[in-house]
């Protein structure tokens, strides 16, 4: 699914990749927003790299949620 996400909502449409340690690039290399894939609760956790970006990156993720019909539960955005 992130993969899917990278592709269709960032310039390029380059595939998610991982990093290391469940974190994964997901901006097609902008190097702004990192996906971290929690296991022991099957979650994907978004961090943004400025807090400015918070808000433009929470309407990519809740537009792509509601288009594919993923549960969001309660989403925060938050800033590294």
Same mark, same amino acid.
């Given at each position: *699914?992130?993969?899917?996400?990278?592709?269709?909502? $960032? !310039? &390029?449409?380059? #595939? #998610? =990749?991982?990093? &290391?340690?469940?974190?994964?690039? !997901?901006? @097609?290399? +902008? /190097?702004?927003?990192?996906?971290? =894939?929690?296991? +022991? /609760? #099957?979650?994907?956790? $978004?961090?943004?790299?400025?807090?400015?970006? *918070? /808000?433009? =990156?929470?309407?990519?993720? *809740? @537009? $792509? #949620?509601?288009?594919?019909?993923?549960?969001?539960?309660?989403?925060? !955005?938050?800033? +590294?």
């Amino acid at each position: *699914m992130l993969s899917t996400f990278t592709r269709e909502c $960032f !310039v &390029g449409g380059r #595939a #998610a =990749y991982q990093l &290391g340690d469940g974190i994964y690039s !997901v901006d @097609a290399g +902008e /190097n702004d927003i990192r996906a971290i =894939y929690d296991q +022991e /609760n #099957a979650e994907i956790k $978004f961090f943004c790299r400025y807090q400015r970006d *918070m /808000n433009f =990156y929470d309407k990519k993720l *809740m @537009a $792509f #949620a509601t288009k594919h019909g993923i549960d969001t539960k309660p989403c925060t !955005v938050t800033s +590294e």
